[in-house]
T-cell receptor, first 114, second 112 residues
């Protein structure tokens, strides 16, 4: 089975801290995504990547950056965490190209910024 | 811009009932449509994927249909069970390789 692993299930950080959320997939997927999920707003795309060192902004990239130095790893970075970034963060991956490719999600990382 | 809507937002049914969850999208130029299940505090699990050239997909008690021309999909759950209680999300993918756009989900509660 495809596995997408998010390194931290729960994090509590203070305002202004730099936060790293790590995501690793083990099926050689080209495409990787970071979403955040908030009550009433659903899933919103932050950033995605089609390949190593490539990144594209999603709908809400402000306050975030990403890094993809290796194909299997896609990191989300909050340069200076703020309380409005308290949320559930979901990483996902899929193969590129065919319309038959299922999007596979990690278990999520719940971040609280105090 | 593509928008995905799911109605109803919440649904409560007794065990054993057959039910239908609805998903509509504004742009019919989709690559595929996927249905996911999410348990509280967890990630999303893929249930069914329908490619744009297909009309339906089935997995066990689940059947998903797709009508691109009308911008609609339905997820049919037969003989519902308490273990089916979860939030169900649909998502559409535009041109190949673009990110999925999600609806806000329908939260299903099946009582025994």
């Amino acid at each position: 089975d495809v596995k997408v692993t998010q390194s931290s299930r729960y994090l509590v950080k203070r305002t202004g801290e730099k936060v790293f959320l790590e995501c690793v997939q083990d099926m050689d997927h080209e495409n990787m995504f970071w979403y955040r999920q908030d009550p009433g707003l659903g899933l919103r795309l932050i950033y995605f990547s089609y390949d190593v060192k490539m990144k594209e902004k999603g709908d809400i990239p402000e306050g975030y950056s990403v890094s993809r130095e290796k194909k299997e790893r896609f990191s989300l970075i909050l340069e200076s965490a703020s309380t409005n970034q308290t949320s559930m963060y979901l990483c996902a991956s899929t193969h590129r190209g065919s319309g038959a490719n299922v999007l596979t999600f990690g278990a999520g990382s719940r971040l609280t910024v105090l | 811009k593509q928008e995905v809507t799911q109605i109803p937002a919440a649904l409560s049914v007794p065990e054993g009932e057959n039910l239908v969850l609805n998903c509509s999208f504004t742009d019919s130029a989709i690559y595929n449509l996927q249905w996911f299940r999410q348990d509280p505090g967890k990630g999303l699990t893929s249930l069914l994927l329908i490619q744009s050239s297909q009309r339906e997909q089935t997995s066990g008690r689940l059947n998903a249909s797709l009508d691109k021309s009308s911008g609609r999909s339905t997820l049919y759950i037969a003989a519902s069970q308490p273990g089916d209680s979860a939030t169900y999300l649909c998502a559409v993918q535009g041109p190949a390789g673009t990110a999925l756009i999600f609806g806000k989900g329908t939260t299903l509660s099946v009582s025994s």
